[in-house]
């Protein structure tokens, strides 16, 4: 709506085919008013004007691009995007190869206008690995081919210095396949020389501002721009223009087209050669023939470059200071002056220089071609110089402009004349429009006999002496009456005074205006000739780059025939261009540059109208109001748009014309819109178009929604279906499912039920049974014990009360039976001696067996005793009186034990005086032995003989005693009374003095000895 709604206002209308009134003031005033709107872009039908804003607008954003996908053209906004889209799709959709040509002068923004093409075919063209690699290289080809031809000039800071057309290749899904690049005449004299304010191309700064030091030491290069003489030497840096990063960015696409490392190092090899070659200084010296000749003044440069191409210095310096001329069979070698010198210097520079750029183009076209057989469409994009008319025009001008005719002349071709050539051709009725046809210029400039260029060659050619002023002469001489020339003799032989037009000069009166060139230098750069001792002396490098650039420098390959000249070969590139674009349907975007100081949103209106002039606007806007707009044959017509009438939809069955005149009867559109041809329908306005367009989007949307809801219906119900079919299955399996869950569960809980009532039953019969068990158990004991009651009450008279205590003995006395046994069967041995007796096992016992053991002890003892002899008998006898009588009385007695009583210790017995004795006697002898007698008054001891109370004293006390004792009560039947101690007292005539007996550790040989303790004490030791 936003588009249309512009499109009727009046002060700014988006067509210029609504203008009214329509004139060059109106045309660009609506320029200007839309320029200060900052809607850039106009249309007159389907060509975009787009006036450069200088500035960058918010219009190329990716939302931007969706907005203009696939729209209606006469919808949107004007926009390049429009255009772009409109191309694309008729390719894509139409299937017809299409062309883009931008034109407009130098500044005018042609480059950046095919750049956005470019992005939006990109961006709307479907992607993926292979697509997308593709796209990038072709968008990269665009930095890599600027850096090397493009330059600042005094109107563009990135003016192309070459023209370009791209071709665009896609398959028939309008995916991008590759493309093939042509340029068109570089400006190769800008190598050499620029005007002030100007620079050189941009490669040239980007490499010194860009490269690392050891990229430049490798190029042997100095990053000082004042050092090279072909470089600008006061400002070498733009403002807004950063010459490394471009650099940089260079470099990256150069490695996405796919250049390899070794082709960027030659080709920036190459490049430094072109630099330092500027810095090659000439001076001149005499030979010895008094000729002058020219020499290398400084060789470090020529060094250099030798070494960075690999070629011996002396053949590069042969080659710039002398020239071999072949005259008739012979060669001779002559010298060239200093300018000559720098001449052929300059001319070398330019072609390496020019070669390079094609051998890049070439080199990027390698990449970017398609592989594939595909069968192809192809979108082709003219990026190309406009007309020039500068105060000094030169051959590059005349070759510029020629080509811009050319271009203006497809426009006539292809807009209008061809478009009033069809209305006749199809009966139309149609009002002649005036516009003019610049054949004539074309052919004034490119007939093959009388042209200028085919007169230039002819010159060139020419043997003899040979200048700009004989081949000017020559032109006003063929030309004299040609409408389209002028020059000083024409004007003279026709009496005209003009001082604008000076002498060695030609005017041509171009469709865009009058352009007067100066003819020097028309023959050297038609020629463009460079010495073949250069060209040879280049293919004599082993730098491989340099010398592929100059294959006719090989010695075996030399011809005599003259290469073609530039003219030639611009004349051919243009021809084969023009077929080209013939070839495709053409869409124009014509460039508006609106001021001169490249200031943004400057609008100078009379450099608006220059340009509308010259690029034919205003023919153009009248054309498209007193023509159609739009033709199409009636079979394509009625197909594309049969479903806006119900008689045509459908099907028609009969002629095409017939179905279209019955399809647009239908729609009621204003006679004087349609007209029907004999073979195509023309329809006047591209409103009507639009409109009928319109209404085929809107009836294609009906239809679409109709085939959707038909589908979408169709899709419902089988889908319904499938999901009732589903739907009924799973509930059976589902139903199926809950049953058997609903089974399972039931089994289990009946026969968990039926668990518990069984267990239940169980418990409680085996409780029952358990019960019965227990009564009659208690049933049994109490029946038990009462039959054992009424047993006990029967017999209990019959029973003894101490059974209890039989049983008990019955018990005793089987245990003292086992005590008895066990102990007859143990008894401790029969000595005497032994005291040893096993202990009771019962308590009960003790007492007896500490009575058994003091039987069986006596029974020992008298068993021992029954054994004894009468004197053994005797004899212990003694000894236990002797026991009675002195144990614990007297401390020596159990020493004395030991002692054995012998009764005879004087050996009596054998004494012939007592055996008498006894024999007589009959006597018992008692004891013999021999005492001391202790005399009691005195103490002392005598043998025998003193009368009186005595002291005995003898070693056998003991037994003295006993048996004395023992005889004693035998006799009497008394005992005798003793009193036996250790100690007494004794009356010494001194006095009374106790005794006391004490053992004695030793035995004294002499019996007892007595110590005297004190004046009344006194111990006796004996042993
Ligand atoms: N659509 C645009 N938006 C913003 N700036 C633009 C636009 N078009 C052009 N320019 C500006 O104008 C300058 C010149 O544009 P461009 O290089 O495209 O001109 P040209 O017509 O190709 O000139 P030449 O013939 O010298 O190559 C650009 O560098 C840019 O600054
Ligand atoms: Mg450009």
Not at 925 to 951: E, H, I, P
Request: hydrophobic share 35%; charged share 25%; aromatic share 10%.
């Amino acid at each position: 709506m936003e588009g249309s709604s512009s499109m009727l206002d009046a002060e700014a209308v988006a067509d210029l085919v609504l203008l009214d009134p329509l004139t060059e003031e109106s045309l660009v005033q609506t320029l200007q008013e839309r320029f200060r709107r900052r809607d850039i872009y106009t249309y007159i039908g389907n060509v975009v004007i787009s006036v450069n804003p200088y500035q960058s607008l918010p219009i190329y954003t990716p939302e931007k691009v969706e907005e203009y996908r696939n729209c209606s053209f006469f919808a949107v906004k004007p926009h390049i995007y429009a255009i772009a889209d409109d191309a694309y799709r008729s390719l894509r959709d139409r299937d017809r190869d299409q062309c883009i040509l931008i034109t407009g002068e130098s500044g005018a923004g042609k480059t950046e206008a095919s750049k956005l093409v470019m992005s939006y075919v990109a961006a709307v063209s479907s992607k993926g690995e292979e697509v997308n690699k593709v796209k990038e290289q072709l968008l990269q080809s665009n930095p890599v081919l600027e850096a090397f031809g493009n330059a600042k000039t005094v109107r563009n800071d990135n003016s192309s210095r070459f023209g370009k057309y791209m071709d665009i290749e896609f398959d028939f899904k309008g995916e991008p396949l590759g493309g093939v690049i042509s340029n068109y005449l570089l400006e190769k004299s800008r190598i050499v020389r620029h005007v002030k304010g100007e620079r050189n191309f941009h490669i040239f700064y980007q490499l010194l501002a860009g490269a690392s030091p050891q990229l430049l030491q490798q190029l042997k290069l100095r990053q000082d721009c004042g050092h090279y003489g072909y470089l600008d030497r006061e400002g070498s840096s733009l403002p807004g223009m950063d010459d490394a990063a471009n650099f940089h960015a260079m470099q990256d696409a150069m490695r996405i087209i796919g250049f390899s490392p070794t082709e960027v190092t030659e080709l920036l090899q190459v490049t430094a050669v072109v630099l330092k070659l500027g810095n090659v200084q000439l001076s001149s010296s005499f030979q010895a023939s008094g000729m002058e000749a020219c020499s290398i003044s400084e060789p470090q440069e020529l060094h250099e470059i030798c070494e960075l191409i690999g070629l011996e210095p002396g053949t590069l310096e042969r080659a710039l200071c002398s020239r071999t001329v072949k005259a008739r069979d012979e060669t001779v070698l002559t010298t060239l002056t200093v300018p000559q010198g720098y001449y052929g210097r300059d001319a070398l520079a330019k072609n390496i220089y020019s070669r390079l750029f094609d051998w890049l183009v070439k080199r990027i076209n390698a990449s970017i071609q398609v592989k594939s057989d595909k069968q192809r469409k192809v979108m082709g994009v003219l990026d190309i110089y406009g007309f020039e008319i500068f105060q000094d025009n030169g051959f590059e001008q005349f070759i510029i402009n020629y080509c811009n005719e050319k271009l203006q002349q497809i426009f006539i071709l292809m807009t209008l004349k061809e478009e009033q050539e069809e209305y006749v051709r199809e009966g139309i009725q149609w009002t002649p429009v005036e516009f003019f046809d610049n054949s004539i210029i074309c052919n004034l400039i490119e007939n093959n006999t009388t042209g200028i260029l085919a007169m230039l060659d002819e010159e060139c050619l020419r043997p003899g002496v040979v200048n700009e002023d004989t081949f000017l002469t020559k032109l006003n001489q063929l030309l004299a009456t040609h409408k389209h020339y002028e020059s000083k003799e024409t004007q003279n032989a026709r009496r005209v005074t003009d001082a604008s037009l000076p002498p060695r000069c030609f005017r041509i009166h171009h469709y865009a205006g009058k352009v007067t060139y100066n003819v020097t230098g028309f023959i050297e750069k038609n020629n463009d000739l460079l010495f073949r001792d250069l060209s040879q002396a280049m293919w004599a490098a082993q730098h491989a780059l340099l010398r592929s650039l100059f294959p006719e420098g090989d010695p075996q390959k030399v011809s005599l025939k003259l290469p073609p000249t530039a003219g030639f070969q611009f004349k051919s590139s243009v021809a084969m261009l023009m077929k080209n674009l013939y070839s495709k349907n053409p869409n124009y975007i014509r460039c508006i540059k609106p001021n001169d100081t490249k200031s943004a949103m400057v609008f100078t209106p009379e450099l608006v109208l220059a340009q509308v002039r010259y690029l034919g606007l205003l023919e153009n806007v009248r054309v498209r109001r007193a023509g159609y707009a739009f033709r199409q044959l009636y079979g394509p017509f009625l197909q594309r748009y049969k479903m806006l009438n119900a008689q045509t939809w459908p099907r028609w069955d009969r002629g095409d014309r017939e179905g279209t005149e019955v399809l647009l009867a239908g729609l009621e559109f204003p006679a004087e819109e349609l007209a029907f041809g004999h073979t195509k329908i023309f329809i006047r306005s591209p409103r009507t178009l639009f409109d009928l367009e319109r209404r085929r989007q809107e009836r294609v949307a009906e239809l679409a929604t109709l085939i959707q809801k038909m589908f979408r219906g169709w899709r419902c119900r089988t889908q319904y279906q499938r999901m009732r079919k589903s739907q009924i299955l799973i509930s059976a399996w589902f139903r199926g499912h809950r049953q058997k869950n609903q089974y399972k569960q039931m089994k289990r809980s009946v026969l968990i039920l039926q668990a518990y009532a069984r267990g239940w039953k169980s418990r409680r019969l085996l409780r029952e049974l358990k019960s019965q068990c227990r009564r009659h158990a208690a049933a049994t004991t109490i029946a038990a014990h009462w039959r054992g009651y009424q047993a006990r009450k029967t017999y209990r008279k019959y029973f003894r009360s101490s059974a209890s205590t039989c049983l008990a003995n019955f018990i005793y006395r089987s245990l003292v039976q086992k005590y008895l046994v066990g102990l007859a069967k143990n008894l401790p041995p029969l000595s005497v001696t032994d005291r040893t007796w096993p202990p009771a096992p019962y308590r009960f016992l003790d007492n007896t067996n500490q009575e058994l053991k003091n039987i069986f002890y006596h029974w020992k003892c008298k068993k021992y005793r029954d054994q004894l002899s009468a004197s053994r008998r005797a004899q212990l006898q003694a000894r236990l009186c002797a026991s009675e009588l002195f144990k614990d009385k007297k401390t020596l007695y159990p020493k004395s034990l030991q002692q054995p009583f012998r009764g005879e210790y004087l050996g009596l017995k054998q004494n012939p005086k007592y055996q008498k004795l006894h024999a007589v006697a009959k006597d018992k002898l008692v004891l013999a032995d021999s005492v001391r007698k202790v005399n009691r008054a005195s103490g002392k001891v005598s043998t025998v003989g003193a009368k009186g109370d005595f002291l005995l004293v003898s070693d056998h006390l003991i037994e003295l005693v006993t048996r004395l004792y023992q005889t004693f009560e035998a006799t009497t039947g008394q005992a005798l009374p003793l009193h036996i101690t250790d100690r007494f007292s004794t009356r010494f005539p001194k006095g009374d003095v106790s005794i006391t007996v004490v053992e004695s550790p030793k035995a004294s040989t002499n019996g007892p000895v007595c110590k005297k303790k004190g004046s009344n004490k006194m111990e006796v030791l004996v042993y």
